[in-house]
Protein backbone atom coordinates (compact mmCIF):
# COMPACT_ATOMS: atom_id res chain seq x y z
CA UNK A 1 0.00 0.00 0.00
CA UNK A 2 1.14 3.60 -0.88
CA UNK A 3 1.21 6.26 1.19
CA UNK A 4 1.87 9.08 -0.96
CA UNK A 5 -1.12 11.25 0.05
CA UNK A 6 -3.04 11.96 3.01
CA UNK A 7 -7.17 11.07 2.80
CA UNK A 8 -9.28 13.78 0.99
CA UNK A 9 -11.82 14.05 4.26
CA UNK A 10 -9.22 14.35 7.17
CA UNK A 11 -12.01 13.47 10.31
CA UNK A 12 -9.99 12.78 13.20
CA UNK A 13 -11.67 9.00 12.79
CA UNK A 14 -10.59 8.80 9.30
CA UNK A 15 -6.92 9.83 10.08
CA UNK A 16 -6.63 7.86 12.67
CA UNK A 17 -7.80 4.93 10.30
CA UNK A 18 -5.63 5.32 7.92
CA UNK A 19 -2.54 5.82 10.20
CA UNK A 20 -3.85 2.01 10.86
CA UNK A 21 -3.80 0.91 7.62
CA UNK A 22 0.19 1.85 7.19
CA UNK A 23 1.08 -0.96 10.00
CA UNK A 24 0.97 -3.16 6.82
CA UNK A 25 2.00 -1.38 4.15
CA UNK A 26 4.95 -1.31 2.53
CA UNK A 27 6.62 2.39 3.88
CA UNK A 28 9.83 3.71 2.32
CA UNK A 29 12.25 5.07 5.26
CA UNK A 30 11.61 8.06 4.72
CA UNK A 31 7.65 7.21 4.93
CA UNK A 32 7.81 5.62 8.58
CA UNK A 33 10.15 8.69 9.63
CA UNK A 34 7.96 11.12 8.40
CA UNK A 35 5.04 9.16 10.65
CA UNK A 36 7.15 8.64 13.95
CA UNK A 37 7.15 12.47 13.93
CA UNK A 38 3.90 13.10 13.65
CA UNK A 39 2.29 9.98 15.02
CA UNK A 40 4.35 7.95 17.34
CA UNK A 41 1.62 5.68 18.52
CA UNK A 42 0.58 4.32 14.84
CA UNK A 43 3.05 1.18 15.00
CA UNK A 44 1.18 0.11 17.99
CA UNK A 45 -1.49 -2.64 17.84
CA UNK A 46 -4.87 -2.40 19.53
CA UNK A 47 -3.64 -4.70 21.82
CA UNK A 48 -0.81 -2.76 22.70
CA UNK A 49 -3.05 0.89 22.94
CA UNK A 50 -5.92 -1.35 25.69
CA UNK A 51 -2.55 -2.23 27.91
CA UNK A 52 -1.11 0.79 27.52
CA UNK A 53 -4.40 2.38 28.74
CA UNK A 54 -4.67 0.08 31.33
CA UNK A 55 -1.16 1.13 32.69
CA UNK A 56 -2.02 4.49 32.67
CA UNK A 57 -5.38 3.82 34.39
CA UNK A 58 -3.82 1.77 37.04
CA UNK A 59 -1.15 4.67 37.67
CA UNK A 60 -3.56 7.08 38.07
CA UNK A 61 -5.89 5.28 40.54
CA UNK A 62 -2.32 4.36 42.62
CA UNK A 63 -1.99 8.29 42.54
CA UNK A 64 -5.24 9.34 42.89
CA UNK A 65 -7.34 7.22 45.16
CA UNK A 66 -9.70 7.48 42.26
CA UNK A 67 -11.00 6.22 39.10
CA UNK A 68 -10.01 8.92 35.90
CA UNK A 69 -13.49 10.67 35.07
CA UNK A 70 -14.52 12.03 31.70
CA UNK A 71 -16.20 15.09 32.61
CA UNK A 72 -13.15 17.12 33.59
CA UNK A 73 -11.08 19.84 31.86
CA UNK A 74 -7.76 18.02 32.67
CA UNK A 75 -7.37 16.32 29.22
CA UNK A 76 -5.17 13.53 30.26
CA UNK A 77 -7.59 12.48 32.81
CA UNK A 78 -10.69 13.16 30.38
CA UNK A 79 -9.35 10.54 27.81
CA UNK A 80 -8.65 7.84 30.46
CA UNK A 81 -11.84 8.66 31.78
CA UNK A 82 -13.55 7.82 28.45
CA UNK A 83 -11.67 4.53 28.11
CA UNK A 84 -12.71 3.39 31.05
CA UNK A 85 -16.44 4.05 30.94
CA UNK A 86 -16.09 2.33 27.43
CA UNK A 87 -15.05 -1.11 28.71
CA UNK A 88 -17.90 -0.66 31.72
CA UNK A 89 -20.48 -0.16 28.43
CA UNK A 90 -19.00 -2.94 26.60
CA UNK A 91 -18.05 -5.48 28.95
CA UNK A 92 -20.37 -7.71 27.42
CA UNK A 93 -17.86 -7.67 24.59
CA UNK A 94 -14.82 -7.81 26.23
CA UNK A 95 -12.65 -11.35 26.49
CA UNK A 96 -12.46 -13.36 29.50
CA UNK A 97 -8.55 -12.53 29.77
CA UNK A 98 -8.98 -8.58 29.57
CA UNK A 99 -12.12 -8.91 32.49
CA UNK A 100 -9.52 -10.90 34.55
CA UNK A 101 -7.14 -8.25 34.00
CA UNK A 102 -9.11 -5.50 34.84
CA UNK A 103 -10.46 -7.20 37.99
CA UNK A 104 -7.11 -8.11 39.50
CA UNK A 105 -5.58 -4.71 38.60
CA UNK A 106 -8.72 -2.30 38.39
CA UNK A 107 -10.86 -3.41 41.93
CA UNK A 108 -14.26 -1.89 41.15
CA UNK A 109 -13.95 -0.85 37.69
CA UNK A 110 -17.26 -1.84 36.76
CA UNK A 111 -19.41 -0.50 39.46
CA UNK A 112 -23.16 0.10 38.52
CA UNK A 113 -24.28 3.89 38.14
CA UNK A 114 -25.68 4.03 41.60
CA UNK A 115 -22.09 2.21 43.33
CA UNK A 116 -20.51 5.07 41.90
CA UNK A 117 -23.26 7.98 43.04
CA UNK A 118 -23.16 6.71 46.09
CA UNK A 119 -19.29 6.84 46.34
CA UNK A 120 -19.33 10.29 45.04
CA UNK A 121 -21.85 11.56 47.54
CA UNK A 122 -19.59 10.61 50.19
CA UNK A 123 -16.74 12.61 48.77
CA UNK A 124 -18.83 15.30 48.27
CA UNK A 125 -20.02 14.71 52.48
CA UNK A 126 -16.73 14.84 52.87
CA UNK A 127 -15.73 18.06 50.85
CA UNK A 128 -18.58 20.45 53.01
CA UNK A 129 -17.22 18.56 56.15
CA UNK A 130 -13.88 20.21 55.54
CA UNK A 131 -14.72 23.22 54.35
CA UNK A 132 -18.29 23.96 56.92
CA UNK A 133 -20.71 24.80 54.39
CA UNK A 134 -22.14 23.98 50.97
CA UNK A 135 -19.88 25.19 48.22
CA UNK A 136 -21.23 26.87 45.00
CA UNK A 137 -20.03 26.62 41.55
CA UNK A 138 -17.64 29.09 41.53
CA UNK A 139 -15.22 28.20 44.40
CA UNK A 140 -11.79 28.88 43.97
CA UNK A 141 -10.35 25.43 45.23
CA UNK A 142 -10.85 23.03 42.01
CA UNK A 143 -12.65 19.79 44.47
CA UNK A 144 -15.25 22.02 45.98
CA UNK A 145 -15.96 23.63 42.51
CA UNK A 146 -16.28 20.63 41.51
CA UNK A 147 -18.61 19.40 44.43
CA UNK A 148 -20.77 23.04 43.95
CA UNK A 149 -21.30 22.05 40.23
CA UNK A 150 -22.27 18.12 41.19
CA UNK A 151 -25.21 19.40 43.27
CA UNK A 152 -26.11 21.99 40.92
CA UNK A 153 -26.60 19.09 38.68
CA UNK A 154 -29.25 17.76 41.19
CA UNK A 155 -31.21 20.62 41.67
CA UNK A 156 -32.80 20.13 38.39
CA UNK A 157 -34.07 16.43 39.64
CA UNK A 158 -37.87 15.68 40.41
CA UNK A 159 -38.36 15.99 44.08
CA UNK A 160 -39.94 12.73 43.65
CA UNK A 161 -36.45 11.18 42.61
CA UNK A 162 -34.84 8.77 45.43
CA UNK A 163 -31.46 10.73 44.99
CA UNK A 164 -33.14 13.36 45.91
CA UNK A 165 -34.39 12.52 49.46
CA UNK A 166 -31.02 10.97 50.38
CA UNK A 167 -29.37 14.54 49.34
CA UNK A 168 -32.34 16.04 52.01
CA UNK A 169 -31.27 13.66 54.53
CA UNK A 170 -27.44 13.88 54.35
CA UNK A 171 -26.87 17.45 53.36
CA UNK A 172 -29.34 19.36 54.76
CA UNK A 173 -30.11 23.25 52.74
CA UNK A 174 -28.10 21.44 49.67
CA UNK A 175 -31.04 23.35 47.50
CA UNK A 176 -32.18 26.31 49.33
CA UNK A 177 -29.91 28.07 47.06
CA UNK A 178 -31.54 27.58 43.88
CA UNK A 179 -35.37 28.59 42.14
CA UNK A 180 -37.44 30.46 44.18
CA UNK A 181 -35.46 30.48 47.64
CA UNK A 182 -32.36 31.79 45.48
CA UNK A 183 -34.62 34.36 43.90
CA UNK A 184 -35.88 35.48 47.61
CA UNK A 185 -32.03 35.78 48.94
CA UNK A 186 -30.80 37.85 46.05
CA UNK A 187 -33.86 40.11 45.75
CA UNK A 188 -33.72 41.04 49.56
CA UNK A 189 -29.78 41.18 49.14
CA UNK A 190 -30.10 43.49 45.89
CA UNK A 191 -32.74 45.91 48.18
CA UNK A 192 -30.16 45.91 50.79
CA UNK A 193 -26.99 46.88 48.47
CA UNK A 194 -29.50 50.33 47.13
CA UNK A 195 -30.49 50.83 50.62
CA UNK A 196 -26.81 50.92 51.57
CA UNK A 197 -24.88 52.80 48.67
CA UNK A 198 -27.76 54.18 47.04
CA UNK A 199 -27.31 52.46 43.22
CA UNK A 200 -27.83 49.37 42.05
CA UNK A 201 -24.30 46.48 41.79
CA UNK A 202 -22.28 46.36 39.24
CA UNK A 203 -20.37 42.93 37.86
CA UNK A 204 -17.47 45.03 38.56
CA UNK A 205 -17.82 45.31 42.20
CA UNK A 206 -14.86 45.19 44.15
CA UNK A 207 -16.70 42.73 47.13
CA UNK A 208 -17.15 39.05 45.73
CA UNK A 209 -20.77 38.37 47.12
CA UNK A 210 -21.80 42.12 45.31
CA UNK A 211 -19.78 41.47 42.07
CA UNK A 212 -22.17 37.76 41.81
CA UNK A 213 -25.20 40.18 43.02
CA UNK A 214 -24.46 42.32 40.05
CA UNK A 215 -23.67 39.52 37.54
CA UNK A 216 -27.33 38.08 38.69
CA UNK A 217 -29.03 41.26 38.22
CA UNK A 218 -27.68 41.52 34.69
CA UNK A 219 -29.17 38.22 34.16
CA UNK A 220 -32.32 39.58 35.04
CA UNK A 221 -32.35 42.29 32.38
CA UNK A 222 -30.93 39.36 29.80
CA UNK A 223 -34.02 37.82 30.42
CA UNK A 224 -36.30 40.68 28.99
CA UNK A 225 -40.00 39.65 28.64
CA UNK A 226 -39.21 36.20 29.65
CA UNK A 227 -38.92 37.33 33.63
CA UNK A 228 -42.33 36.58 34.97
CA UNK A 229 -44.71 39.84 35.60
CA UNK A 230 -44.71 39.37 39.52
CA UNK A 231 -40.96 39.03 39.60
CA UNK A 232 -40.80 42.14 37.19
CA UNK A 233 -42.91 43.97 39.33
CA UNK A 234 -41.11 42.93 42.96
CA UNK A 235 -37.93 44.32 40.84
CA UNK A 236 -39.78 47.53 40.32
CA UNK A 237 -40.80 48.41 43.76
CA UNK A 238 -37.47 46.82 45.86
CA UNK A 239 -34.75 47.88 43.27
CA UNK A 240 -36.48 50.83 41.03
CA UNK A 241 -34.62 51.17 37.94
CA UNK A 242 -33.60 47.57 37.98
CA UNK A 243 -34.21 47.10 34.46
CA UNK A 244 -32.22 50.17 32.68
CA UNK A 245 -29.99 48.87 29.68
CA UNK A 246 -26.60 49.84 29.19
CA UNK A 247 -28.00 51.87 26.44
CA UNK A 248 -30.07 54.42 29.08
CA UNK A 249 -27.24 54.44 31.58
CA UNK A 250 -24.92 55.57 29.05
CA UNK A 251 -27.15 58.63 28.06
CA UNK A 252 -27.54 59.41 32.06
CA UNK A 253 -23.94 59.50 31.81
CA UNK A 254 -24.04 61.96 29.39
CA UNK A 255 -26.79 64.66 30.42
CA UNK A 256 -25.00 64.85 33.96
CA UNK A 257 -21.76 65.34 32.06
CA UNK A 258 -23.31 67.87 29.76
CA UNK A 259 -25.29 69.60 32.63
CA UNK A 260 -22.27 70.09 34.85
CA UNK A 261 -20.09 71.51 31.96
CA UNK A 262 -23.19 74.11 31.27
CA UNK A 263 -23.57 75.00 35.02
CA UNK A 264 -19.41 74.95 35.93
CA UNK A 265 -17.61 75.62 32.62
CA UNK A 266 -15.43 72.75 32.55
CA UNK A 267 -15.27 69.14 32.43
CA UNK A 268 -15.88 66.72 35.76
CA UNK A 269 -12.13 66.07 37.93
CA UNK A 270 -11.88 62.84 38.93
CA UNK A 271 -10.83 64.04 42.13
CA UNK A 272 -13.87 65.69 43.18
CA UNK A 273 -14.83 65.39 46.66
CA UNK A 274 -18.66 64.36 45.19
CA UNK A 275 -18.45 61.03 44.07
CA UNK A 276 -20.77 61.94 41.46
CA UNK A 277 -18.35 64.16 39.62
CA UNK A 278 -15.97 62.41 40.02
CA UNK A 279 -17.47 59.21 38.47
CA UNK A 280 -18.45 61.27 35.33
CA UNK A 281 -14.82 62.43 35.37
CA UNK A 282 -13.95 58.73 35.25
CA UNK A 283 -16.58 58.34 32.49
CA UNK A 284 -15.50 60.67 30.07
CA UNK A 285 -12.12 59.34 30.29
CA UNK A 286 -13.36 55.72 29.05
CA UNK A 287 -15.25 57.71 25.89
CA UNK A 288 -11.84 59.43 25.26
CA UNK A 289 -10.40 55.89 25.62
CA UNK A 290 -12.66 54.65 23.56
CA UNK A 291 -11.67 53.77 19.87
CA UNK A 292 -14.67 52.62 18.04
CA UNK A 293 -17.66 54.61 19.04
CA UNK A 294 -20.82 54.10 16.99
CA UNK A 295 -22.05 56.89 15.24
CA UNK A 296 -24.80 57.88 16.67
CA UNK A 297 -22.79 58.25 20.46
CA UNK A 298 -20.19 59.89 18.95
CA UNK A 299 -22.80 62.57 17.53
CA UNK A 300 -24.15 62.61 20.86
CA UNK A 301 -20.82 63.56 22.40
CA UNK A 302 -20.15 65.99 19.64
CA UNK A 303 -23.15 67.54 20.79
CA UNK A 304 -23.32 68.03 24.11
CA UNK A 305 -20.07 67.55 25.26
CA UNK A 306 -17.65 69.98 22.72
CA UNK A 307 -14.01 69.24 23.35
CA UNK A 308 -14.95 65.68 24.57
CA UNK A 309 -11.86 63.68 22.93
CA UNK A 310 -9.38 66.29 24.11
CA UNK A 311 -7.86 66.11 27.78
CA UNK A 312 -8.73 69.14 29.73
CA UNK A 313 -5.71 71.52 28.80
CA UNK A 314 -6.01 73.28 32.27
CA UNK A 315 -5.70 69.59 34.08
CA UNK A 316 -1.64 70.16 34.93
CA UNK A 317 -2.19 73.90 35.29
CA UNK A 318 -4.95 73.03 38.34
CA UNK A 319 -2.82 70.45 40.31
CA UNK A 320 0.23 73.03 40.11
CA UNK A 321 -2.46 75.27 41.89
CA UNK A 322 -3.50 72.94 44.29
CA UNK A 323 -0.01 72.24 45.29
CA UNK A 324 1.42 75.37 45.70
CA UNK A 325 -2.04 76.41 47.57
CA UNK A 326 -0.98 72.93 49.92
CA UNK A 327 2.63 74.38 50.31
CA UNK A 328 1.73 77.88 51.26
CA UNK A 329 -0.80 75.83 54.06
CA UNK A 330 1.30 73.53 55.33
CA UNK A 331 4.85 75.05 54.73
CA UNK A 332 5.90 71.09 52.93
CA UNK A 333 5.35 69.31 49.75
CA UNK A 334 2.59 66.84 49.76
CA UNK A 335 3.37 63.31 50.51
CA UNK A 336 2.63 60.17 49.08
CA UNK A 337 2.51 58.61 52.54
CA UNK A 338 -0.39 60.87 53.81
CA UNK A 339 -3.60 59.35 55.66
CA UNK A 340 -5.57 62.14 53.10
CA UNK A 341 -5.95 60.55 49.41
CA UNK A 342 -5.95 63.80 47.71
CA UNK A 343 -2.55 64.86 49.52
CA UNK A 344 -1.42 61.10 48.40
CA UNK A 345 -2.51 61.85 45.02
CA UNK A 346 -0.84 65.27 44.81
CA UNK A 347 2.81 63.40 45.95
CA UNK A 348 2.56 60.85 43.42
CA UNK A 349 2.10 64.09 40.86
CA UNK A 350 5.47 65.43 42.61
CA UNK A 351 6.71 62.30 41.88
CA UNK A 352 6.30 61.87 38.27
CA UNK A 353 7.33 65.43 37.60
CA UNK A 354 10.50 64.87 39.25
CA UNK A 355 11.05 61.52 37.25
CA UNK A 356 10.04 63.98 34.44
CA UNK A 357 6.92 62.21 32.81
CA UNK A 358 5.18 65.02 30.38
CA UNK A 359 8.08 67.96 31.27
CA UNK A 360 8.64 70.07 29.03
CA UNK A 361 10.88 73.31 29.44
CA UNK A 362 7.77 75.95 30.35
CA UNK A 363 6.41 73.21 32.83
CA UNK A 364 9.72 72.95 34.23
CA UNK A 365 10.24 76.63 34.70
CA UNK A 366 6.84 77.41 36.11
CA UNK A 367 7.49 74.49 38.89
CA UNK A 368 10.95 76.28 39.62
CA UNK A 369 8.63 79.64 40.06
CA UNK A 370 6.23 78.17 42.31
CA UNK A 371 7.83 75.11 43.79
CA UNK A 372 11.07 75.78 44.69
CA UNK A 373 12.00 72.74 46.79
CA UNK A 374 10.01 70.70 43.67
CA UNK A 375 13.28 68.61 42.92
CA UNK A 376 14.47 67.94 46.49
CA UNK A 377 16.26 64.32 46.72
CA UNK A 378 14.80 62.02 49.67
CA UNK A 379 18.41 62.61 51.15
CA UNK A 380 18.04 66.27 50.83
CA UNK A 381 13.97 65.74 52.18
CA UNK A 382 15.32 63.82 55.28
CA UNK A 383 17.48 66.48 56.77
CA UNK A 384 15.24 68.94 56.17
CA UNK A 385 12.39 67.32 58.35
CA UNK A 386 15.45 66.33 60.67
CA UNK A 387 15.56 70.56 60.82
CA UNK A 388 11.71 70.91 61.58
CA UNK A 389 11.69 68.01 64.10
CA UNK A 390 14.42 69.66 65.94
CA UNK A 391 12.92 73.23 65.50
CA UNK A 392 9.42 71.90 66.93
CA UNK A 393 10.74 70.30 69.75
CA UNK A 394 12.74 73.38 70.94
CA UNK A 395 9.71 75.20 70.09
CA UNK A 396 7.40 73.19 72.20
CA UNK A 397 9.78 71.36 74.48
CA UNK A 398 8.25 67.85 73.91
CA UNK A 399 8.10 65.30 70.63
CA UNK A 400 5.70 65.89 68.12
CA UNK A 401 2.96 63.15 68.84
CA UNK A 402 2.58 60.75 65.50
CA UNK A 403 -1.47 60.87 66.11
CA UNK A 404 -1.44 64.70 67.12
CA UNK A 405 -4.72 66.30 65.26
CA UNK A 406 -2.98 69.00 63.38
CA UNK A 407 -1.40 67.51 60.06
CA UNK A 408 1.96 68.97 60.27
CA UNK A 409 2.58 67.77 63.96
CA UNK A 410 1.58 64.46 63.24
CA UNK A 411 3.44 63.71 59.93
CA UNK A 412 6.57 64.80 61.85
CA UNK A 413 6.00 61.81 64.93
CA UNK A 414 5.64 59.52 62.03
CA UNK A 415 8.69 60.73 60.09
CA UNK A 416 10.37 60.25 63.45
CA UNK A 417 8.87 57.09 64.25
CA UNK A 418 9.93 55.45 61.58
CA UNK A 419 13.15 56.77 61.47
CA UNK A 420 13.49 55.28 64.78
CA UNK A 421 12.72 51.83 63.74
CA UNK A 422 14.78 52.17 60.42
CA UNK A 423 18.45 51.06 59.62
CA UNK A 424 20.38 54.75 59.16
CA UNK A 425 23.04 54.98 57.16
CA UNK A 426 26.39 56.41 58.79
CA UNK A 427 25.20 59.99 58.07
CA UNK A 428 21.93 60.06 59.18
CA UNK A 429 22.82 58.53 62.49
CA UNK A 430 25.47 60.86 63.00
CA UNK A 431 22.74 63.98 62.33
CA UNK A 432 19.92 62.36 64.34
CA UNK A 433 22.85 61.38 67.62
CA UNK A 434 23.86 65.38 67.11
CA UNK A 435 20.45 66.69 66.97
CA UNK A 436 19.57 68.27 70.98
CA UNK A 437 15.86 65.92 71.20
CA UNK A 438 17.22 63.49 73.45
CA UNK A 439 18.35 59.73 73.06
CA UNK A 440 16.73 57.47 70.66
CA UNK A 441 14.22 55.21 71.95
CA UNK A 442 14.81 51.30 72.10
CA UNK A 443 12.18 49.09 70.60
CA UNK A 444 10.71 48.14 73.71
CA UNK A 445 10.19 51.77 74.40
CA UNK A 446 8.47 52.31 70.77
CA UNK A 447 6.04 49.47 71.56
CA UNK A 448 4.80 50.92 74.71
CA UNK A 449 4.75 54.14 73.53
CA UNK A 450 2.25 52.52 70.72
CA UNK A 451 -0.09 50.42 73.10
CA UNK A 452 -0.51 53.78 74.83
CA UNK A 453 -1.56 55.45 71.66
CA UNK A 454 -3.95 52.43 71.10
CA UNK A 455 -5.11 52.09 74.11
CA UNK A 456 -6.22 56.29 74.43
CA UNK A 457 -7.42 55.63 70.93
CA UNK A 458 -9.64 52.80 72.56
CA UNK A 459 -10.80 54.37 75.67
CA UNK A 460 -11.91 57.91 73.79
CA UNK A 461 -13.62 56.14 70.88
CA UNK A 462 -14.71 52.73 72.26
CA UNK A 463 -13.81 51.05 69.16
CA UNK A 464 -10.32 49.48 67.75
CA UNK A 465 -8.36 52.01 65.07
CA UNK A 466 -9.44 50.53 61.56
CA UNK A 467 -7.88 50.80 58.39
CA UNK A 468 -10.41 52.67 57.00
CA UNK A 469 -11.10 55.08 60.15
CA UNK A 470 -10.87 58.77 59.71
CA UNK A 471 -9.45 59.28 62.89
CA UNK A 472 -6.09 61.76 62.99
CA UNK A 473 -3.33 59.02 63.04
CA UNK A 474 -5.90 56.19 63.28
CA UNK A 475 -4.40 54.02 60.30
CA UNK A 476 -0.75 53.46 61.73
CA UNK A 477 -2.29 52.44 65.08
CA UNK A 478 -4.43 49.86 62.96
CA UNK A 479 -1.67 48.84 61.04
CA UNK A 480 0.10 48.06 64.52
CA UNK A 481 -2.51 46.05 65.61
CA UNK A 482 -3.20 44.23 62.56
CA UNK A 483 0.31 43.05 62.51
CA UNK A 484 -0.05 41.80 66.01
CA UNK A 485 -3.47 39.77 65.29
CA UNK A 486 -1.72 37.92 62.73
CA UNK A 487 1.40 37.08 64.75
CA UNK A 488 0.29 36.46 68.17
CA UNK A 489 1.93 32.72 68.36
CA UNK A 490 5.28 35.16 68.19
CA UNK A 491 4.36 37.89 70.18
CA UNK A 492 5.97 37.69 73.70
CA UNK A 493 3.63 36.42 76.34
CA UNK A 494 4.72 39.56 78.61
CA UNK A 495 3.57 41.51 75.65
CA UNK A 496 0.14 39.39 75.50
CA UNK A 497 -0.69 39.78 78.53
CA UNK A 498 -0.40 43.63 78.82
CA UNK A 499 -2.40 44.01 75.52
CA UNK A 500 -5.18 42.13 77.12
CA UNK A 501 -4.72 44.12 80.34
CA UNK A 502 -4.88 47.52 78.43
CA UNK A 503 -7.02 46.55 74.90
CA UNK A 504 -9.42 43.83 75.86
CA UNK A 505 -10.77 41.49 72.83
CA UNK A 506 -7.47 42.53 70.68
CA UNK A 507 -6.69 39.04 69.65
CA UNK A 508 -10.42 37.97 68.95
CA UNK A 509 -10.86 35.63 66.16
CA UNK A 510 -13.19 35.97 63.17
CA UNK A 511 -15.31 33.45 65.01
CA UNK A 512 -15.10 35.70 68.08
CA UNK A 513 -16.34 38.78 66.20
CA UNK A 514 -19.61 37.26 64.67
CA UNK A 515 -20.60 36.30 67.73
CA UNK A 516 -20.11 39.52 69.10
CA UNK A 517 -22.09 41.19 66.41
CA UNK A 518 -24.69 38.73 66.88
CA UNK A 519 -24.88 39.60 70.55
CA UNK A 520 -25.42 43.02 69.41
CA UNK A 521 -28.26 42.45 67.00
CA UNK A 522 -29.97 40.21 69.84
CA UNK A 523 -29.94 42.72 72.49
CA UNK A 524 -31.40 45.11 69.56
CA UNK A 525 -34.56 43.20 69.47
CA UNK A 526 -34.72 42.03 72.91
CA UNK A 527 -34.74 46.09 73.56
CA UNK A 528 -36.71 47.41 70.62
CA UNK A 529 -38.72 44.21 69.61
CA UNK A 530 -37.73 44.41 65.80
CA UNK A 531 -34.99 43.61 64.05
CA UNK A 532 -32.70 46.47 62.93
CA UNK A 533 -33.17 48.71 60.05
CA UNK A 534 -31.01 50.91 57.67
CA UNK A 535 -32.32 54.79 56.65
CA UNK A 536 -30.90 58.05 56.70
CA UNK A 537 -31.69 58.43 60.36
CA UNK A 538 -31.23 55.89 62.46
CA UNK A 539 -28.29 55.56 64.67
CA UNK A 540 -25.20 54.24 63.44
CA UNK A 541 -24.84 51.57 65.88
CA UNK A 542 -28.69 50.33 64.38
CA UNK A 543 -27.49 50.81 60.88
CA UNK A 544 -23.99 48.51 61.68
CA UNK A 545 -26.28 46.03 62.88
CA UNK A 546 -28.78 46.01 59.90
CA UNK A 547 -26.16 45.93 57.45
CA UNK A 548 -24.15 42.76 59.46
CA UNK A 549 -27.64 40.89 59.13
CA UNK A 550 -27.98 42.06 55.35
CA UNK A 551 -24.72 40.47 54.58
CA UNK A 552 -26.09 37.11 56.38
CA UNK A 553 -28.52 36.73 54.03
CA UNK A 554 -26.18 36.45 50.97
CA UNK A 555 -25.33 33.81 49.49
CA UNK A 556 -22.45 32.78 50.69
CA UNK A 557 -23.00 33.15 54.23
CA UNK A 558 -25.97 31.20 54.25
CA UNK A 559 -24.13 28.16 53.03
CA UNK A 560 -22.57 28.62 56.56
CA UNK A 561 -25.34 25.88 58.15
CA UNK A 562 -23.51 26.06 62.02
CA UNK A 563 -23.94 29.83 61.20
CA UNK A 564 -27.83 30.01 59.82
CA UNK A 565 -28.53 27.27 62.96
CA UNK A 566 -27.44 29.52 65.25
CA UNK A 567 -28.87 32.36 63.62
CA UNK A 568 -32.44 30.44 63.58
CA UNK A 569 -32.27 29.81 67.36
CA UNK A 570 -30.99 33.40 68.77
CA UNK A 571 -32.36 35.70 66.04
CA UNK A 572 -35.88 34.55 64.98
CA UNK A 573 -36.76 35.90 61.18
CA UNK A 574 -33.19 36.92 60.67
CA UNK A 575 -33.47 35.25 56.86
CA UNK A 576 -36.83 36.66 55.84
Known amino acids: MSVDTLPRTRSKDQLLTWA ?14 ALDSVYPDWRKTSNGVWFT ?79 GYIPNTTEKEAEARRAGVWLKRHSKMPATDPKVGVLNDRIP ?54 LRANR ?24 FAA ?39 KAALDAKLPGWHERPADKWTDTLDYVAAFVAEKGRLPARTSEEEKERWAGEWIRRQRKGTGMTPERE ?14 EDAWFRKLDDYVAFYKANGRRPSAVAADNTERTMGVWYRNTNAAK ?9 TAA ?55 VAPERRALMTARIPGWDLTLEDIWMLKLQACVDFVQTHGRLPTMGKNVPDAQKRAAVWISDQRKPRNRSRLDRVAILNERLPGWGD
Request: aromatic share 8%.
Open 20 to 33: NRQKNAALSTAQAA
Open 53 to 131: NLEAVEAFVAVHGFFPRSAVQDPAEKVLGIWIATQRYRVSQLSADRIKLLEERLQGWNKSKDEAWKERMDEVCAVIAAL
Open 173 to 226: GWNDRNFENMWRVNVDALEAFANLHGRLPTQYENDPDDRRLGVWLNGRRREGDK
Open 232 to 255: RDELALRAPGWDRTAEDRWNESLD
Open 259 to 297: WYLQEHGRFPREHSQDPEVAASSRWIGTQRREQHHPETR
Open 365 to 378: ARLDDRLPRWREAS
Open 424 to 432: LTEARSAAL
Open 436 to 490: DIGERRSQDQIWADTLDLVATFYAVHGRFPTGSGKEPGERPLSVWLSNHRRTTER
